[in-house]
T-cell receptor, first 116, second 111 residues
Framework: GAVVSQHPSWVICKSGTSVKIECRSL??????MFWYRQFPKQSLMLMAT?????????EQGVEKDKFLINHASLTLSTLTVTSAHPEDSSFYIC????????????FGPGTRLLVL | GQQVMQIPQYQHVQEGEDFTTYCNSS?????IQWYKQRPGGHPVFLIQ?????EVKKQKRLTFQFGEAKKNSSLHITATQTTDVGTYFC???????????FGKGTSLLVTP
C-alpha cells in the first residue's frame, strides 16, 4: 500500500528555536497533504492543508506565521514550527490522500516534538 | 462547522466480550473512515464507508454507516487483547478532503 514518511520521528529543542518537520509520500504523488496535531490522550486536530504550488490553508486558530508550511514538490511538504514554546510540544502527523487508489488518506508515523 | 461526536470515551472489557463505539456527525457526510491507534503509534486506516446504510466486515469487526450518512458504528465481536487501542472515526465532507476526527474511544481488554 501507499506509504507516507515523516522526519524526524522525534525532536527535542529549546524554547525559541525553530523546528522543521518533513512529510513525504514515497510511492505516490500528493498535490494535497494535511497536517494534524495530537495532544496526549486527545484526538487529531487539523492544523492546515498543504497545497503543492500554492499557499497553505490554515484552520481557525492556527497561526500561519508560527506554523510555516511549504509544499515544495508533489511528494514533499514541510511544517516549520517557528520560535517554538513548550505549549507547542505535541505529536504532529501528516497525511496524504491517494487520489489514484481508493481516495483514502495515508498517515505518516508522526513526529513527537518536545520544547524545553 | 462540522463536528463528529464519538462515544464512549473509554471502554474496559473482559477478553471475549463484545465492544461497540458510535460516531455522530452534525452534518451529512460523504464518507466516514475508521482508524485504530495503538499507544505510542500513529493512526492506522481500517476502513472507509461511502454508501448510505453500508455495512462492511473485517473478521471480527463490523462497520456500519447510517441511512442518513450522519452516524456510524464499529462493533468488535469477542474482543482479544490485541484489540487494545484507541479507535477514531473521521468524517469526510468529500473524497480527498481533510477529515474531522471524533475524540476516539480507548479500548482496554483484560485477559
Amino acid at each position: 500500500g501507499a506509504v507516507v514518511s515523516q522526519h524526524p520521528s522525534w525532536v527535542i529543542c529549546k524554547s525559541g528555536t525553530s523546528v522543521k518537520i518533513e512529510c513525504r509520500s514515497l510511492d505516490f504523488q500528493a498535490t494535497t497533504m494535511f497536517w494534524y496535531r495530537q495532544f496526549p490522550k486527545q484526538s487529531l486536530m487539523l492544523m492546515a492543508t498543504s497545497n503543492e504550488g500554492s499557499k497553505a490553508t490554515y484552520e481557525q486558530g492556527v497561526e500561519k506565521d508560527k506554523f510555516l508550511i511549504n509544499h515544495a514538490s508533489l511528494t514533499l511538504s514541510t511544517l516549520t514550527v517557528t520560535s517554538a514554546h513548550p505549549e507547542d510540544s505535541s505529536f504532529y502527523i501528516c497525511s496524504a490522500p491517494d487520489w489514484g487508489n481508493q481516495e483514502t488518506q495515508y498517515f505518516g508515523p508522526g513526529t513527537r516534538l518536545l520544547v524545553l | 462547522g462540522q463536528q463528529v461526536m464519538q462515544i464512549p470515551q473509554y471502554q474496559h472489557v473482559q477478553e471475549g466480550e463484545d465492544f461497540t463505539t458510535y460516531c455522530n456527525s452534525s452534518t451529512t457526510l460523504s464518507n466516514i473512515q475508521w482508524y485504530k491507534q495503538r499507544p505510542g503509534g500513529h493512526p492506522v486506516f481500517l476502513i472507509q464507508l461511502v454508501k448510505s446504510g453500508e455495512v462492511k466486515k473485517q473478521k471480527r469487526l463490523t462497520f456500519q454507516f447510517g441511512e442518513a450518512k450522519k452516524n456510524s458504528s464499529l462493533h468488535i465481536t469477542a474482543t482479544q487483547t490485541t484489540d487494545v487501542g484507541t479507535y477514531f472515526c473521521a468524517g469526510g465532507v468529500d473524497s480527498g478532503y481533510a477529515l474531522n476526527f471524533g475524540k476516539g474511544t480507548s479500548l482496554l481488554v483484560t485477559p
